[in-house]
Structures are given as C-alpha cells and as structure tokens.
C-alpha cells in the first residue's frame, strides 16, 4: 500500500508543478487590422510603419497566447507569426485580432480602400479606418499604448506611428467629428 502512495505521489507532483507553466489560450481569430510583419515573421507593438510585410485586416488566423506573446498561423497559408502583444490579456490581445469577423473594407469608398491597403491616413478617415490601415499607434505624445487597450487608444485624437528610428507619423483628429484633420512626419 505505501509503495503505491509513493508512486503515486511521484506522478502526481510533477503534474501539479507543470500545469501552471504551459497554460496557453488558444483559439480563431481575424487580423483586426493590417499587422505589419518584421524580421521574417515578427509583429511588435510599436508596430513600425515601414514593414517588408503586412498581413491583411481580416485575415483569419489560428492564435495561441501565452502571457505578452502570442503565435499566430494563417489559417489559409499556414505562415506562422510572432507577435508581442506589449501587455498581458485578453483586453491587450483585441487591439490586434478579434474573434468576430471585422467589417469588410469592400464597402468603404474606394479612396478609403486604397488608403487601407496602402497603410496610410488620410484627410477624412475615421479613427477606425487609421486604426484598420496602420493599427495600433505607439501613443499620444506623452505616453504609450502598449498598456492601453483599443477603447482608450479611440479616445485619443493624436496618434503616434513609429516611422524609422525618430522618425514619426503624427496623426491628429478633429475632437468634434473623430476625422483626420492633419497628418505630419515622413510618408514614404
């Protein structure tokens, strides 16, 4: 009897030290916005303005999330990204994918389409169709949005977009009608 309470004692302590460690959240979700892509397959929160690649807005991935980091794998390609969320949680993770399918930019203007899958602002957009084309900014001025969530960056009317080393996008709207008013920084 004790042999097997010893034995069991020994399989069971391993189990228990271990289930903590490798939790991991997993589940379908869509590119809320376009995430530009570095070094190969890596996606950070400063979200650099100057990608050699960018995965679509709306693009159905398979994420995996494991504290500040999540993988991602296309669900149609099955290319495999990192992206560093900046923060722990769900509220952090929903700036960059969403579980619902995002609104289809099929029936937007065309010059708002263009602006989208170009990655830029324009005179015009709203807050969510900069925040669909370029993504998260890495903040107002005074502070960043690695630990802001996707309701407080909305309420924000001055983004910033890391660009290249400093250098920067600003992105500025009207408080009244939540549209670009003006943009500054290097474009191309």
């Known amino acids: ?32 916005c376009n995430l530009k892509v570095f070094k190969g397959n890596y996606i950070t929160w400063v979200n650099w303005q100057d990608p050699p690649t960018c995965i679509p807005v709306g693009t159905k991935l398979k994420v995996k999330r494991s504290g500040s980091k999540a993988s991602l794998e296309s669900a149609e390609t099955g290319d495999r ?13 929903e700036k960059y994918v969403i579980k619902k399918q995002p609104v289809g930019i099929d029936s937007l203007p065309k010059e708002i389409q263009t602006s989208i899958k170009n990655t830029t602002a324009e ?29 407080d960056i909305m309420k924000i009317n001055m983004w910033v977009y890391a660009k290249r080393r400093f250098q920067n996008i600003n992105v500025f709207f009207d408080p009244a009608t939540g549209r670009v008013n003006r943009t500054e920084g290097i474009w191309k």
């Open 123 to 151: 005179i015009g957009m709203t807050k969510e169709q900069v925040y669909i084309s370029m993504g998260p900014p890495i903040g107002p001025k005074s502070a960043r949005t690695n630990k802001m969530t996707y309701e």
């Open 1 to 32: 009897m004790k042999k097997v309470l010893w034995l069991l004692t020994i399989l069971g302590i391993p189990q228990f030290l271990f289930v903590g460690i490798s939790y991991c959240e997993e589940g379908i979700y869509y590119a809320r």
């Open 81 to 93: 990204y990192t992206l560093d969320i900046g923060a722990k949680g769900d509220e952090f993770l």
